[in-house]
């Protein structure tokens, strides 16, 4: 059950990793297995963006311009899916507590399988896609803090920006000490997106398996982790921001 009393000097039940050492191996992976992800979905329906909701905002706009209202409807249902994954996958973090990673991971790597069931629907109604898009959207829920601040883990523009601008705030000596986290996350992302284009070149729409199986993969992990590590800041803990300096304020436990 989420936000569980716990006694005075134990660590807040909390799904946050509080230690870098699982978070940042999880945030490199995931945004990996996102880039995967949306490269085999951008291929295989036909330039439509499984993760990268800018690509799909300006293709929307495109559209509307062009008064092309089925290509409307079709980027404007993945949206409304993704976002309803992070809605989703927030409102599960908050039911399920120190289990968040194991079983958001969980989820994920089954919608991630079950796109592969689905039936196609139709152009403006991509309903093959739509379990891949929804577990991408909840896949930003799995290292989020209690603020609601987390990891960019299903895109690259912020990891691009907080690199460049932690680089001029390096030379002004105002930078966080964490900012470097964001080359990583790109590097992840963008490998991942070869990854999954060469994948999806050679075996088809079967190579959302590789993903789902990282996923997979990552929730046994993250099983393992709260079963042998109970109250460990592998799995929970106060912590500051998901990219903050070590020395920033932790975040106040919500009970």
Known sequence: ?????TAPGDPPDKAFPASAATRIPF????AFLAGATDSIGFLEFSQLFMSFMSGNTTRFGVAVANADWENTLRVV????????GAFLGTLIAAWVGRWRLSVLL????AL????LLMPWGTFAFPLHAYPIVLALGLQNAILQDEGGRSIALTYVTGAVVRFGTGMANLILGTVASSFWIQAPLWAGLSS???VGGLLQIRYGESAFLFPAALAA???????VLTIAKPGSELVAGSSPAPDASPDAKAIDAIH
């Open 112 to 115: 991630l399988a079950l796109g």
């Open 192 to 194: 991942g997106a070869v």
């Open 106 to 109: 969980t989820i994920e790597a």
């Open 77 to 84: 249902t993945v949206l409304l899916v993704f976002c309803f």
């Open 217 to 223: 993969l990552l929730a046994f992990i993250a099983v």
């Open 27 to 30: 945030a490199i992976v995931l």
């Open 1 to 5: 059950m989420v936000n569980e009393k």
